[in-house]
């Protein structure tokens, strides 16, 4: 690897390895997956059900931790973090969506991309502009103060875009972000998601089963019997 | 989190999910009012009870005479309690009032227009009316401006009144006893000497000075603070009357039995009292217990989602700490509203106004005990989801 390649690496996953023991029985989930992700590269994660693509995304959120392996975040080791260093990590460094645009029960748009600030100890007076600017991008400023309750799935999967980019991370995980939406809003999400790579430097993890989304992307790798092909 | 984040969020929640929350919010109203209603009411009723227990069964009234002497000897006994022994027995703690009493053997001439019948006589200080809790049922009881002018007044007994004057009010009215005359200021009332009906009262100075053959004060009645005072009351009492005159000739009687009864029936209300407090706070608390850990499992996502938002374990914690010390707190004030509608209701059906100092410890109680179970209550929900694991909670349907 050039010195430049390295310099743009943001993941490095060398050998990383998650496996179950059940009843005594030893169960691989992700055998030896090597990966890069460089800075505002869209990855996609191709694969059948059960092929460990989740599992792979938990590891790189920090959600899980690996049998094996290691793990360079921006060049540093991030498995030896602590449970208060993981979350920060997560509050700093990643944003996360899932496929069904989980939104905070019971609060309005501007709440629920309030959250990550919150959690990041943000000045209240600085949060406004930050969470305008991040529902400008993702078209929902008429939205701001709507119950997230009642909005559509795209509009749902918009937000927890919103939310995701809020702290500024330095990628996206994002777990079947199309799963629940149709064609015009999948394509759509993507838009957003090459807009904000484009923009902001972000790199991108997706992981879906749409070979329409995953051609969007930069690169895509295919999860099979947990062999990354 | 920064604390007012923590706050406005908590209050948020609570306010929002009002329908959730409204079971968990009643149970804290109802418990809270149910407390103050027994804590004021059930201590008021309780006393008022135990009181009335008392008087009724004089078990905290102490009485000092002279020992019998044979008649043969002595035909007119002429020992008397000297006022320094009265005034020294005052000075023991935990005595309430001392009464003193004088009087005539044989019956008085009492005689109303043309109606002349014989009763028997007690000459009374206005302190007497005070140790046997006594009222007037008509009229006044005659007072210590009665005692100092010698005023020429009387009280009569139920039956006293009953046989002079039948159905007519006898306050005012005057009555010859022994050729003098006395004018009635009231009648007394049935409960407080139920044995002393058929007996007319006169003030103790005005009796020594027109009515013949009244002894000198030859009998103290003494009304202890409480129970617990009359065991200490009791082994002063000789040491007192010591100091002044012999002690070797006096006797002194408490009505044991009684006292011990009206302690278990008081013990029995206390214990009953005691125990209904005790299930009010023992269902309040389970209750908010139950709701918070379901209230945990119905937002596992939620939780799963803040943490991969990046919130930390202590951030879970307190939101889920300060959510059920708001909800409890802010259904306790409501609770508080209806206590005291409770206790006013209460009050005015059983007639016993509690005394406000007892109700505001009620409150204060109440208060403090909803910070305790929205603290308690709370904990092991709010640890319960600050350790869950991201994985688990986000893959949770």
């Known amino acids: 690897m050039s010195k430049q390649q390295r310099e743009n690496t ?220 | 989190m920064r604390p007012t984040d923590l706050f406005r969020i908590s209050c948020i929640q609570v306010l929002r999910q009002y329908r959730k929350n409204i079971g968990v919010a009643l149970t804290i109203i109802l418990g809270t009012a149910g407390l103050i209603v027994v804590l004021t009411m059930g201590r008021s009723i309780e ?79 206005d302190l007497f009316w005070k140790v046997h809790n006594s009222s007037a049922q008509s009229g006044v009881l005659f007072d210590q401006e009665d005692l100092k002018q010698h005023s020429a007044v009387c009280v009569l007994g139920q039956r006293t009144a009953q046989e002079l004057f039948g159905d007519l009010d006898v306050a005012g009215q005057f009555i010859s006893v022994n050729n003098s005359i006395f004018q009635i200021v009231g009648v007394l009332d049935s409960i407080s000497m139920s044995d002393k009906d058929r007996h007319i009262f006169l003030p103790i100075t005005t009796a020594q000075d027109r009515i013949s053959s009244v002894s000198p004060v030859n009998k103290i009645y003494i009304r202890c603070h409480s129970w617990d005072d009359v065991e200490h009351v009791i082994a002063s009492i000789p040491v007192v009357v010591n100091s002044f005159q012999p002690n070797d000739e006096i006797e002194i009687f408490l009505p044991e039995e009684i006292l011990a009864r009206v302690k278990a029936i008081a013990l029995g209300v206390k214990i009953f009292v005691q125990l209904a407090l005790l299930a009010t706070l023992l269902l309040g608390g389970i209750g908010i217990w ?35 010390l708001v909800l409890s707190i802010s259904a306790t004030l409501m609770g508080f509203f209806l206590g005291w509608g409770g ?33 308690v209550a709370g904990l092991a929900p709010a640890i319960k989801a600050s350790r869950m694991e991201v994985v688990n909670a986000l893959r949770y349907e």
């Not at chain 1, 790579?197 to 999860?223: F, G, Y």
């Open chain 2, 47 to 125: 006393e008022s009870i135990c009181t009335d227990l008392e008087l009724i069964g004089n078990a905290t009234r102490i009485t000092i005479l002279f020992k019998q002497l044979p008649t043969t000897r002595y035909p007119v006994d002429k020992r008397e309690f000297k006022q320094e022994t009265i005034d020294g027995l005052k000075t023991i703690p935990g005595i309430d009032q001392v009464g003193v009493i004088a009087v005539r053997n044989g019956y008085v001439k009492v005689m109303y227009q043309n109606n002349i019948s014989s009763f028997q006589m007690i000459a009374v200080d």
């Open chain 2, 290 to 324: 139950n709701i918070m850990m379901m209230s945990v499992r119905s937002r596992t996502r939620e939780i799963g989602l803040k943490k991969a938002i990046g919130a930390e374990d202590h951030d879970i914690f307190f939101q889920f700490l300060t959510e059920s």
């Open chain 1, 10 to 229: 943001l993941i490095d996953l060398k050998g990383m390895t998650k496996s179950y023991t059940v009843n005594g029985q030893l169960f691989s989930v992700l055998p030896k997956i090597n990966m890069t992700v460089s800075k505002s590269e869209m990855v996609a994660i191709m694969g059948p059900s059960g092929s460990g693509k989740s599992t792979l995304l938990f590891i790189l959120g920090l959600f899980l931790s690996p049998t094996e392996g290691e793990y360079l975040f921006d060049g540093k080791n991030i498995l030896t973090l602590n449970r208060g260093q993981q979350a920060q990590f997560r509050r700093e460094r990643i944003g996360f969506v899932l496929q069904s645009a989980d939104m905070f029960q019971h609060s309005t748009v501007y709440e629920n991309v309030e959250y990550p600030l919150i959690y990041a100890r943000s000045r209240p007076s600085e949060r406004p502009e930050r969470i305008h600017q991040v529902l400008q991008q993702v078209n929902l400023t008429n939205r701001m103060h709507h119950s997230s309750n009642k909005l559509s799935g795209g509009e749902k999967q918009r937000v927890a875009i919103a939310r995701a980019m809020v702290n500024h991370p330095a990628v996206i995980l994002a777990d079947e972000p199309t799963g629940q939406l149709d064609a015009d809003n999948s394509q759509q999400i993507m838009e957003y998601f090459r807009s904000i790579s484009s923009t902001t430097d972000t790199a991108m993890v997706i992981v879906t089963h749409d070979p329409n989304v995953a051609e969007k992307c930069d690169t895509v790798l295919q999860i099979c019997n947990g062999q990354l092909l």
């Open chain 2, 343 to 375: 206790v006013t209701i209460t009050a005015s059906i059983i007639q016993n106004v509690p005394p406000k100092d007892l109700f505001w410890l009620s409150v204060v109680i109440g208060f403090s005990f909803s910070l305790i179970l929205g603290i």
